[in-house]
């Protein structure tokens, strides 16, 4: 009994024992000791448990298929090593069966037991003979891993074994499954500690008030504040005044559950703005939402960035120019953009280019070297710039200025090339005409002096090489002037673009035909066996142009002088040959026109009178140096009846020398003007004069150049002169020819009104050489016509001039004109032309030019004068 009681209590103490064994370690496992002591306790309470059980543990790592040793202390280090990772599979031992089968296995005796083949010495050696492993499953079926229980004989577990082996498993798995809990708890705050800490956006938690509860480091940053300083704080301490009601109203949105994202451009604490994209969220624990997250990302930089990018696009689809990006990492190099203005410039749309090489633009007029230049740039990922034809959609060629650059990223690589294409077609052709005009004359379209003399420096080397001569042929029309200035400048262009059209068609290919201005053109002969060829041509240009023209309703006929200059095998200056040419065609004139003379050294000599006579007559303008004759007009009783003013030059070495001579070359030089000048004051002062000395009031006559009638000063100049001199108006007459009123008829009507407002007479100088008819005088306020001397001088023998100065005089008659004959030298003449009905008379027959004093004499003698009939 006592022993029962002994026993009894034994068995008390015992369980007592073991349910205090099993408390500590539930202790453990709820204070969430290492799970590796945990394990040993629990193995070293069961081996209290088991008589003579070694106990040991294994972690499974399902993944692996493998089991880890983690507590079996009692074992030998030796041995530990050897099963320290152990496969799990069906003959493996006792633990990797037990894992593989999920199920108890039983080794009753390692040496015989073939799973044990492997390591069975090693069991032998560590006294090792039973094994029983018990798998380790958690609650959901995991497996967690493998209880082993060894005993150092042979044996097999009986009921009492067993159910202390699956209470010490369950333990095991408890404490598995708790720390496996914990490690999962613990690695899913680390990730959401990640989150928050490496997080490159500024992350934080408020309260539902609106209070800073965490902050990572960017707020910091975001901010200026520290994170300190902003747990606490209230969001709205952060936000600029404006934006405190939208935000307020979003934060109180996610406060009830809606996660809100927005931008909003927040002052750091250094006053400068970031703009923040910002996103709230709301904090939910236990599926109440306790607070809002927020997440603001600095977008700063981007939305500068990408307003500049903006800009970009907007100044690049809007430019003038066409802009193409072609993507270099794809060989071929595709188009990957065009702008409107490419669009534009080529009349292809943008889906048709994109994805192709730029290169479909050339076509057969692209200068292959510009491509090759293009190319070979390219290729070595440089900027290049060639002007190329390329050709738009519709075939139409054009110029494009292209700019082509490559685009590197961070590395340098060239990623893409961005060419700018600029249509410059206009400022070609532009160009074009520019250089066009710079070698051709605008109104005959034969090329000008300067183009010329290109050609003429160019011919002459050539010509020198070849051995061959060369011939320039200086071409000016005789008559030109008078017709431009009597039908006008619209018919003289007509007329010099026939003359042209006519050269042109005579020249063989390599000659030059060029204008030079007014109406001289000049010819390069550059294909020459003999100087004797260049007269041939020239004599067939003079009877080209001699040809009549018909202008209008105008017949005209020309006549040219040619110069004729060839070049010496030593000719230094090309350009000399054109004024040879120009000093010989001078030549030709001064024969008698119409002709053609060769250049010879004396020509030079000639050539230097003209100036000296020019340089003598501005030394006799300046000096005064010139007298004024009068010579008489006489009326039908055979009175004097006015005189006319007559120019005489007495030069200091060769007499007089006629104004025949000299006034050609002062109306072209304008020396004509002072000279005009003195001539108008002088007559006037002279017949002033006359009146004065009881000479009486007698007209006077004074040639008018057309340069001073149509000087804007010319009234007002004739106004003072007479107010000058004291002459009434009346008692002046002026003479004028008719291309002088031909020519800006309108101006000069005017100027004639005027001219009769004043009193002062007009008359009709050398009437019949010019190109008008009679019935152009009716519109001219004039007074009276003068026939030129060729047809006096015929009038006794030609029946032809007798009947044009019957027309002449009965047709002024009719028109209220007093008629005067000039050049009269014959009686007969005197006689018929009084038949006819002229009413004044002017010849060397009554008297000839003669200074002042002899006109005083010779009034005194032919007294009573009367300026009534002039
Ligand atoms: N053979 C011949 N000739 C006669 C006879 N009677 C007069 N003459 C000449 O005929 C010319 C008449 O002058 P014109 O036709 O106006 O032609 C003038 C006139 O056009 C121009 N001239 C003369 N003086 C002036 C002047 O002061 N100013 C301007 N602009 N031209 C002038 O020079 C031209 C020539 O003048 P001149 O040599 O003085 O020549 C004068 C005169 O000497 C004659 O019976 N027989």
Not at 288 to 301: E, F, H, L, N, Q
Not at 398 to 420: C, K, M
Request: proline letters at 4%; one cysteine or more.
């Amino acid at each position: 009994m006592v022993r029962l009681v002994v026993g009894h209590s034994r068995d008390l103490m015992a369980a007592r024992e073991q349910l205090e064994q099993q408390q500590t370690i539930q202790a453990m496992i709820v204070e969430e000791a290492p799970l590796d002591q945990t394990l040993e306790a629990i193995c070293r309470m069961l081996e209290a448990q088991l008589q003579g059980g070694i106990c040991s543990i294994m972690q499974a790592d399902v993944d692996e298929r493998r089991l880890h040793l983690i507590a079996g202390e009692r074992l030998s280090t030796a041995y530990r090593q050897a099963i320290v990772s152990v496969a799990i599979g069906p003959d493996v031992g006792a633990c990797g069966s037990s894992a593989h089968r999920r199920e108890l296995v039983v080794c009753e005796d390692l040496a015989l037991d073939p799973r044990w083949e492997r390591i069975a010495d090693l069991a032998a050696s560590e006294g090792l003979r039973a094994c029983w492993s018990y798998p380790v499953i958690a609650r959901d079926g995991r497996l967690l891993g493998t209880f082993a229980t060894y005993y150092r004989r042979p044996a097999t577990p009986g009921s009492h074994e067993l159910e202390r082996i699956v209470q010490a498993v369950d333990l095991v798995a408890l404490a598995m499954e708790r720390a496996q809990d914990r490690r999962a708890l613990w690695e899913s705050e680390q990730r959401y500690r990640s989150l928050f800490t490496y997080n490159p956006d500024a992350v934080f938690s408020m309260d539902l008030q609106g209070h800073f509860v965490t902050a990572n480091d960017h707020c910091a940053a975001l901010t200026g504040y520290s994170v300190e300083a902003l747990r606490g704080t209230h969001f709205s301490e952060f936000l600029q005044p404006d934006d405190l009601a939208a935000v307020q109203q979003t934060f109180e949105l996610t406060g009830a559950g809606e996660p809100c994202r927005y931008e909003l451009q927040v002052p750091h604490r250094d006053g400068t703005l970031h703009r923040l994209d910002l996103t709230t969220l709301p904090v939910v624990v236990d599926e109440r939402i306790i607070g809002v997250y927020g997440i603001a990302k600095d977008v700063t930089r981007r939305r500068e960035h990408e307003t500049r990018l903006r800009i970009l696009e907007r100044g690049v689809e809007a430019s003038v120019n066409g802009v193409l990006i072609a993507d270099a990492g794809v060989p071929g190099l595709p188009i990957i953009y065009a702008n409107d203005a490419f669009q534009r410039i080529t009349g292809y749309a943008r889906a048709e280019v994109i994805g192709r090489n730029a290169h479909f633009l050339q076509g057969s007029e692209t200068d292959p070297a510009a491509v090759q230049k293009l190319r070979h740039e390219l290729a070595q990922h440089r900027e290049v710039h060639v002007t190329l034809c390329n050709y738009r959609k519709d075939g139409t060629p054009f110029w494009n200025d292209l700019y082509i650059s490559p685009v590197r990223d961070e590395q340098g690589a060239v990623t893409h090339y961005v060419g700018i294409q600029h249509d410059i077609s206009e400022q070609k052709t532009y160009e074009a005409h520019l250089a066009y005009h710079a070698g051709h004359d605008a109104l005959t379209g034969l090329a000008n002096r300067s183009l010329l003399e290109d050609r003429l420096v160019h011919d002459v080397e050539l010509v020198r090489r070849q051995g061959k001569r060369l011939a320039v042929l200086f071409l000016d029309l005789d008559e030109f002037k008078p017709i431009n200035d009597s039908l006008g400048h619209a018919v003289g262009d007509e007329l010099l673009r026939g003359v042209a059209q006519r050269l042109s068609a005579a020249m063989r290919p390599g000659d030059t035909l060029a204008r030079l201005g007014g109406d001289e053109f000049v010819v390069l002969l550059p294909d020459l066996h003999d100087a004797g060829q260049a007269m041939e041509v020239a004599e067939r240009l003079l009877s080209i142009v001699s040809r009549p023209y018909r202008v209008g309703a105008h017949e005209l006929s020309l006549s040219c002088s040619i110069g004729i200059a060839v070049s010496g095998a030593d000719i230094e200056q090309p350009l000399e040959l054109i004024q040879q040419a120009d000093m010989a065609m001078y030549r030709a004139k001064q024969q008698g026109r119409n002709a053609c003379q060769w250049f010879t050294p004396e020509i030079i000599h000639r050539m230097g009178d003209r100036v000296t006579l020019r340089n003598e007559l501005q030394e006799a303008i300046e000096a005064q140096a010139f007298e004024l004759h009068y010579q008489p007009l006489i009326d039908r009783e055979g009175k004097v009846a006015g005189v006319e003013a007559l120019l005489r030059w007495p030069h200091p070495l060769r007499g007089y020398i006629s104004p025949a001579q000299f006034i050609p070359l002062a109306e072209e030089t304008g020396q004509i003007i002072p000279i005009s000048e003195w001539v108008l004051a002088r007559a006037c002062r002279d017949l002033h004069q006359l009146d004065r000395v009881g000479l009486g009031r007698l007209n006077v006559a004074v040639n008018l150049s057309p340069l001073q009638f149509h000087r804007a000063s010319f009234l007002g100049k004739l106004r003072e002169t007479l107010a000058v001199t004291g002459l009434p108006a009346p008692q002046l007459s002026l003479e004028l020819t008719e291309g002088v009123l031909m020519n800006d008829t309108e101006g000069a009507i005017e100027t004639l009104h005027a001219l009769r407002t004043m009193g002062v007479g007009v008359a009709i100088d050398d009437f019949g050489t010019g190109f008008s008819s009679l019935s152009y005088l009716k519109h001219l306020p004039i007074d009276r016509v003068k026939i030129d001397r060729s047809f006096v001088s015929g009038v006794a023998n030609s029946a032809e001039d007798a009947a044009i100065i019957q027309g002449i005089i009965s047709m002024a008659h009719h028109l209220g004109l007093k008629v005067v004959a000039e050049g009269i030298e014959q009686e007969q003449q005197h006689h018929l032309l009084t038949a006819h009905g002229c009413d004044l008379f002017q010849g060397f027959l009554f008297a000839r030019p003669m200074p002042l004093e002899s006109l005083i004499e010779f009034l005194a003698e032919h007294r009573p004068l009367s300026i009534d009939g002039a």
